[in-house]
């Protein structure tokens, strides 16, 4: 009897102190998330990028860098991790510290093509949380001047006339430029021959020089190309025509309904990152892609400052996701 009273005071005593360390947790959780929130960031933040210096993504995110520095007043560094279509970036900071002192301006290759197309040590939507979108970008497709077209339609039945031989270049095999000229070509009924290069400005360089017809690249990328003449805009791959180049149709207004994609560069950071550090980070963005001076900077770079929230950036990224999943498998490309 006594050792049956004893073993249920224990049992009480426990539930008791279990109760109240709930209680306990139950007000230091706000205070601690307060305090994280108020600290943050007490040194240096690395901003991955999974490209060489020097191309449109690392300008977008110097840009984005340097605004934060001056809202967070603490050094924002640009760190360039490139190598196998930005895979090498994407583990990096899949496997870094959910501390908000690691954060990743992705492309949109790397959370919505490269698992695609190959087996990847991180899971695009599990490993990250997104926080905001900085900006898009639309494609572009462009010809030689010496071709004698200038439409979309012209160019289609200039491939045909071609027989199989016309080609286009493509920043590398399974790219973001060759897995959407791959599709259109598919969607076209046409043949043409993919050149494709390690990445880098080779594409370009020639298709500059006319050793090859036709390339599908970003605005940003061959814009002041177009401006001077040096190449053809044919058509642009958003639902609306770009800014940039307001005279050139879309490849909707041209004859190809559902060809439609943006490519955009978003920042992210591992998953279980404090949701108050995210939302800080997501408000200095959409306050930069409001700014006139910011978003001009960006704007001079290609992009069209966008700055959403957390929710509407992944919920972009989903649709991307599978998107690009059946656009891979509409061209061809073998699965993963």
Request: aromatic share 8%; proline share 8%; charged share 15%.
């Amino acid at each position: 009897m006594i050792g049956d009273a004893i073993c249920r005071v224990g049992r009480f005593a426990r539930s008791a102190t279990a109760l109240a360390l709930l209680a306990v947790l139950a007000v230091a959780s706000p205070a601690r998330s307060e305090a994280l929130q108020a600290s943050w960031p007490q040194k240096p933040v690395r901003i991955v990028t999974p490209f060489a210096a020097g191309g449109n993504t690392d300008g977008n995110a110097r840009i984005i860098a340097h605004h934060l520095g001056e809202a967070f007043g603490q050094q924002f560094i640009v760190d360039h991790r490139p190598g196998a279509s930005g895979a090498i970036a994407a583990e990096t900071v899949a496997r870094s510290g959910a501390d908000g002192y690691t954060l990743f301006l992705a492309a949109l290759p790397q959370l919505a093509i490269v698992p695609a197309l190959v087996k990847t040590s991180y899971d695009p939507v599990k490993d990250f949380v997104p926080i905001s979108n900085v900006g898009t970008n639309p494609f572009v497709l462009v010809v030689h001047p010496s071709r004698p077209v200038r439409t979309l339609p012209e160019f289609v039945e200039h491939a045909r006339a071609q027989n199989g031989k016309l080609a286009y270049a493509a920043s590398g095999a399974g790219s973001l430029s060759h897995l959407a000229m791959a599709l259109f070509v598919k969607r076209a009924a046409i043949d043409m021959v993919a050149v494709t290069y390690k990445g880098g400005a080779a594409p370009l360089t020639d298709v500059l020089a006319g050793h090859v017809p036709s390339y599908l690249t970003s605005v940003s990328g061959v814009l002041p190309h177009a401006m001077r003449g040096a190449v053809r805009p044919i058509a642009v791959s958003g639902r609306q025509r770009a800014p940039q180049m307001s005279d050139v149709p879309t490849f909707i207004e041209a004859g190809f309904p559902g060809f439609a994609f943006l490519t955009w560069n978003g920042l992210l950071a591992p998953a279980g990152t404090p949701q108050e550090i995210v939302d800080r980070i997501a408000h200095e963005v959409a306050r930069a892609a409001r700014d006139p001076k910011v978003a001009g900077r960006l704007a001079a770079n290609g992009v069209d400052p966008l700055g959403d929230t957390p929710r509407a950036f992944a919920a972009t990224i989903a649709a991307d996701i599978a998107f690009w999943a059946d656009a891979v498998k509409e061209a061809g490309f073998p699965e993963k």
